[in-house]
């Protein structure tokens, strides 16, 4: 006899295991999370959250999203990425990121009714942490995960209680493995994995000094600092992060992995402060210190039998593009909801198989993309003429010439502001982070051939709603004037049809195979006089059905399956799809 049962044990209470938890106490299921620390993330390392994740905060309720919003930094404030020599020295060049250029800035507005933000984790965590408990979690802290074992039933975990020493067991239907980038989870369930880690070395400052004067007139979240030296190891360049506008601060400064990590000591904390911002007599209060390595590796398989890893346990990758928490707190999006319908037997176990058939080729990609953009450094330092030597006079030398008066400076300077403006992909990679489609068993196609992206899909969104992508999002009107984003008409757990004038046979039939199969269905008509009215037309132009046709959206907001018009028997098309869907 296992010490306690429930439902789903969540190992981790990082972005991962804290939204998972708290999604899972959303929907009414039995959930227990640990953490071996006895509290939650003391380093802000997680902070540009972007549209979709706060998406998912959204859709935990309105309180959930304001909360954020009250503790981010706001998106104008993200804006300038600038390259400098330090803070205090010169600037070499800058670029409008995180959707702040008037262009992009359209797309995220078009896109999403959230903003991007920036929200260091030491926020993010107690938000979703606090969500969870509040609504049914229950969480043990100095609780240290050790080792399980399933059978057909269920999971037996072994957790010790580090305040007591003692250990003890949790009977469960499901395990989840949320237990970051050294998951003790993942060793043992010998998940495969592509890709290495330890390719470079990073180390962390964290500070406070009021720096308003170097930064308060060029906004930005990111101060990237070119100095001879800084090509080498971590996350590409030197970096001055803002934590809180102005006063608190995160270096990354990378170092050789082929040696030792360094003993990040207060002298030398201050000294890289004072080499990066440009002032030798910056004074800092150092709040902390500590190394880590880039990691380039994926699990190509999130799941064996009734046990999951989720978050940087699946993907270990730099925090390039700021995809870690993002994509981690989406991967609990993806199988909350799913596993929420299998405990409360809404549908059949193998639903779950669809979690990592959809949720691995992004941990793939994203992993990919963030090295990627490490590399693309490349060029700037190449422009400059940071060969990664030690002659630093050299190429302080070659750094200068771009200001010659010579034909050779003016290519420079040229190379210079292509390589600059190549950095998109990592600053301001809007399709990266809402492109995600999925092509699984938990999706029925319409027959339709996937859309093509006609923009390029790292940077621009494509909006679809072909069986797969998410639902696209559009402002609609309520009776009451009211406007909702078509994403706040779906999700929260569960499944909800979209249909227009002409298509209420549909939502008859929801109402006939909700019943049939335990199911709760929401339904919405949208058209004139009905309760979701289209002033715009931004619904009719983004549905690509006819008003009679119907939406399946799943309670993560990916469209399940669609219907371009009525059906002969709309009963019998909607148990098709569901009962595929739900694996019944
Ligand atoms: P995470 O590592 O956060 O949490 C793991 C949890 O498991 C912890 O609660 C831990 O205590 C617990 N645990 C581990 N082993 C256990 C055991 N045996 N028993 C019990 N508990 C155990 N991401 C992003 O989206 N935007 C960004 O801007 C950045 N920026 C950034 C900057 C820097 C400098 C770094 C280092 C990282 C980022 N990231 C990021 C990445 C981000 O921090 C990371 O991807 C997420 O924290 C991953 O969340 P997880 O919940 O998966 O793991």
Redesign the pocket.
């Known amino acids: 006899m296992a010490d306690i049962e429930t439902d789903v044990l969540v190992?981790?209470?990082?972005?991962?295991?804290?939204a998972t938890a708290a999604l899972l106490s959303s929907a009414g299921v039995a959930n227990m999370v640990?953490?071996?620390?006895r509290w939650?993330?003391n380093t802000p390392?997680?902070?540009?959250?972007?549209q979709r994740?706060m998406e998912v905060l959204r859709d935990l309720g309105p309180d959930v999203e304001a909360e954020a919003v009250m503790h981010a930094s706001p998106q104008e404030l993200m804006g300038e990425n600038v390259f400098c020599e330090s803070l205090a020295g010169e600037e070499i060049g800058r670029m409008k990121s995180w959707g702040t250029h008037p262009l992009s800035k359209a797309e995220h507005l078009l896109s999403s009714p959230t903003f991007m933000n920036d929200l260091p984790?030491t926020f993010m965590?107690p938000i979703l942490f606090k969500t969870a408990c509040s609504r049914g979690t229950q969480a043990r802290m100095s609780?240290?995960?050790?080792s399980h074992v399933q059978d057909e039933d269920g999971v037996t975990t072994t957790?010790r209680d580090r305040l007591s020493g003692g250990t003890f067991t949790v009977r469960s239907k499901f395990l989840v493995g949320?237990?970051?980038?050294?998951?003790?989870v993942a060793e043992q369930l010998g998940l495969p994995f592509e890709g290495k880690m330890g390719v470079g070395g990073?180390m962390?400052i964290l500070f406070r000094a009021d720096l308003s004067k170097y930064v308060a007139h060029r906004p930005s979240v990111l101060y990237w600092v070119m100095q001879p030296g800084a090509d080498v190891g971590g996350i590409g360049m030197g970096l001055v992060?803002m934590v809180r506008p102005w006063n608190e601060w995160?270096i990354?400064w990378g170092y050789d992995i082929n040696q030792p990590p360094p003993d990040v000591t207060p002298e030398l904390a201050t000294e890289v402060a004072r080499q990066l911002v440009g002032d030798p007599a910056l004074e800092i209060e150092l709040l902390g210190a500590n190394t880590?390595t880039v990691n380039n590796c994926f699990a190509t398989n999130m799941q064996k039998g009734r046990v999951f890893i989720?978050?940087?346990?699946a993907h270990r990758h730099p925090?390039s593009n700021?995809?870690?928490?993002?994509?981690?707190i989406q991967d609990g999006f993806n199988l909350a909801w799913k596993l929420a319908k299998v405990v409360k037997g809404q549908a059949g176990i193998g639903l779950l198989d669809s979690y990592t058939v959809e949720r691995a080729p992004i941990a793939r990609q994203i992993v990919t993309r963030a090295n990627q953009s490490i590399a693309e450094f490349g060029p700037i330092f190449e422009a400059l003429g940071m060969d990664g030597g030690v002659d630093h006079e050299k190429i302080q030398k070659n750094m200068e010439a771009r200001c010659d008066a010579t034909p050779a400076a003016e290519a420079q300077r040229e190379a210079l502001r292509k390589a600059m403006a190549f950095k998109k992909y990592e600053f301001d990679a809007h399709g990266v982070e809402m492109n995600q489609r999925y092509r699984s068993d938990a999706v029925v196609t319409d027959g339709q051939e996937e859309p093509a992206f006609e923009k390029d899909r790292e940077l621009h969104y494509a909006p679809t709603t072909w069986p797969g992508a998410r639902l696209p999002h559009v402002w609609v009107f309520e009776r009451s004037g009211n406007k909702v984003s078509t994403l706040d008409l779906c999700g929260r757990g569960e499944f909800t049809l979209l249909t227009g004038i002409g298509g209420e046979a549909w939502v008859k039939a929801a109402e006939t195979v909700g019943a049939e199969l335990g199911l709760p269905i929401r339904t919405h008509v949208i058209g004139p006089r009905r309760p979701i009215e289209d002033h715009t037309g931004d619904w009719a132009r983004a549905s690509e059905i006819r008003d009679a046709g119907c939406l399946i959206v799943r309670p993560d907001h990916h469209v399940a399956w669609r219907s371009e018009t009525l059906a002969a028997d709309p009963v019998a098309e909607l148990r098709r799809v569901l009962k595929s869907i739900l694996a019944r």
């Open positions: 190992v981790g209470t990082g972005p991962a295991g804290s640990v953490n071996r620390y939650l993330a390392r997680a902070h540009i959250t972007n994740a984790q965590e609780t240290e995960y050790l957790l949320a237990d970051g980038g050294n998951s003790l990073s962390n992060r995160l990354v880590w989720m978050g940087d346990a925090p700021g995809l870690g928490s993002n994509t981690s």
